[in-house]
């Protein structure tokens, strides 16, 4: 599982964590967010779809590094930024 | 989850209140005893694209709110206080998990949602895009797709692609149980045409004879069907009513065949629209409102003159109805689940435009006033009455 990952959480998904941050670990994206979910519940089905995708407007980056897939590994620690991408009006 | 930010409380009891649903968040209007003055409780989920706002009529108390926003899932947010406070679905609407290598489908938004049979308190059901039907047993709390529809190879051939659908993506809508067997039941869907089950969703079929479809494409074939609204009379479930790409139909059962009612409507405004609205004790009755459905299908007010058309002998003759609506250059239309009636003695009609107007007669369609004025562009209106505290 390794040392927790500091989440950096957008605007829109605040109503679930009521903070700007939180911790959560895991040894890839899906499992950093199944942990989140547990914290938050229905945190993850914003962001994830049922099929396991990342949504179309959500996107993760770690360490500065974008994560593209859910099962991508993460180095243990570090900043997990997630970002509302742009949505139209 | 959310919590009420004006504070006003539902009016119980006989008051009307309006449940309206917008792209960017929902409102409740509700109105003194006359239904001359509304009060404004919102914005609710300002931000949030809410496709449909719907009261329990079995309990008059739990209300569920179809929900997405720009960046984030769709969900069901639920309240059971007079939208005081909210508490999301544990499980919201969503397809089953594909098998290994293949492509599975993802919910993009619910669109309708439907109270079950008074029968069976709790159960809901939900329409979405892509389309598919989904059931709750629990009030709205938790979701699971429902009958074999979602994944049957043909009904999946019958739902064409994103691409074959309305432009925010094809919908399937318009749920409705037989108020006399909640084992009966129908659906439709923007790509795909109306469907009946008789044994409580086990089994579903096209239910698409006389409807016309766009010059060209086959009638015989429920991909090329685009129901816009269809609604049962409740004074008389054998009988329903339907808005559709192709004309106002009405259909009697125990017949399967669809009459084409909207032939008698006048030439210039036509028989295309999206929304179908039917009177609640009297099944001769129901009302239209047309859109210009020429040349590129402009989706606006024909001629920029918006009415109301109502008929009182079930689609023989229509009357046009827009004393106090605009009278030239106005360019909105009303979607398919933004114009609806309460259950007054006489008839209160209510619709919201695609311009954000929120409009309402208390005269069954005689004579109109616009309510309020500046919301989003307006997705659905529901007409209700709470339950005493």
Request: hydrophobic share 35%; proline share 7%; glycine share 10%.
């Amino acid at each position: 599982m390794g040392r927790a990952v500091k989440v950096h959480i957008p605007g829109a998904l605040r109503s679930y964590t009521e903070s700007a941050e939180a911790q959560a670990s895991g040894a890839t994206l899906a499992d950093v967010v199944a942990e989140l979910d547990r914290l938050y519940p229905g945190i993850r089905f914003r962001m994830i779809d049922e099929q396991g995708r990342i949504r179309r407007h959500i996107r993760f980056f770690h360490n500065g590094q974008q994560v593209r897939e859910p099962a991508q590994p993460l180095d243990a620690g570090g900043e997990l930024v997630i970002v509302q991408a742009l949505s139209g009006g | 989850m959310s919590e009420n930010p004006s504070g006003a409380q539902p009016v119980a009891g006989h008051h009307v209140s309006l449940l309206v649903a917008t792209r960017k968040g929902a409102w409740i209007y509700h109105s003194d005893a006359g239904r001359q003055n509304w009060r404004v409780d919102g914005p609710h989920f300002l931000g949030h694209v809410i496709s449909h706002l719907v009261l329990d009529p079995r309990d008059r108390r739990t209300l569920l709110a179809a929900a997405k926003t720009g960046h984030l899932g769709p969900t069901i947010f639920r309240s059971t206080d007079g939208a005081r406070s909210w508490a999301e679905a544990a499980r919201p609407p969503a397809f089953a998990k594909a098998a290994d290598g293949a492509t599975g489908r993802s919910v993009d938004h619910t669109f309708w949602l439907t109270p079950g049979h008074a029968d069976e308190p709790g159960v809901w059901y939900a329409g979405t895009s892509p389309q598919g039907l989904f059931r709750s047993e629990d009030g709205g709390v938790s979701w699971a797709p429902f009958s074999h529809i979602n994944d049957d190879a043909r009904y999946r051939e019958w739902m064409g692609t994103v691409q074959d659908g309305t432009p925010d993506g094809p919908k399937l809508h318009s749920i409705i149980v037989d108020p006399r067997d909640p084992a009966h039941l129908y659906f439709a869907m923007s790509g795909g045409g109306v469907h009946e089950s008789v044994d409580g969703g086990r089994s579903f079929a096209p239910l698409l004879d006389g409807l016309e479809v766009v010059e060209g494409f086959d009638a015989s074939q429920p991909t090329f069907h685009d129901p816009h609204c269809v609604r049962l009379c409740p004074s008389n479930p054998d009988r329903l009513y339907q808005q559709n790409h192709c004309g106002i139909y009405r259909l009697d059962r125990p017949s399967t065949r669809w009459q084409r009612i909207g032939m008698a409507m006048p030439q210039a405004d036509g028989d295309i629209g999206f929304p179908m609205v039917v009177h609640p004790r009297d099944a001769d009755r129901a009302w239209v409102f047309p859109m210009d459905a020429t040349s590129v299908w402009p989706r606006t007010s024909p001629d920029g003159k918006p009415a109301v058309y109502a008929t009182r002998d079930a689609g023989a003759s229509w009357q046009r109805l827009d004393a106090g609506l605009p009278t030239e250059q106005a360019w909105w239309t009303v979607k398919r689940q933004a114009m609806t009636a309460d259950n007054r003695d006489e008839i209160g009609l209510y619709f919201g435009t695609t311009s954000g107007e929120l409009w309402a007669s208390r005269d069954e369609g005689a004579h109109w006033a616009c309510i309020a004025r500046h919301l989003p562009d307006i997705f659905a209106v529901e007409a209700v009455q709470w339950a005493e505290p």
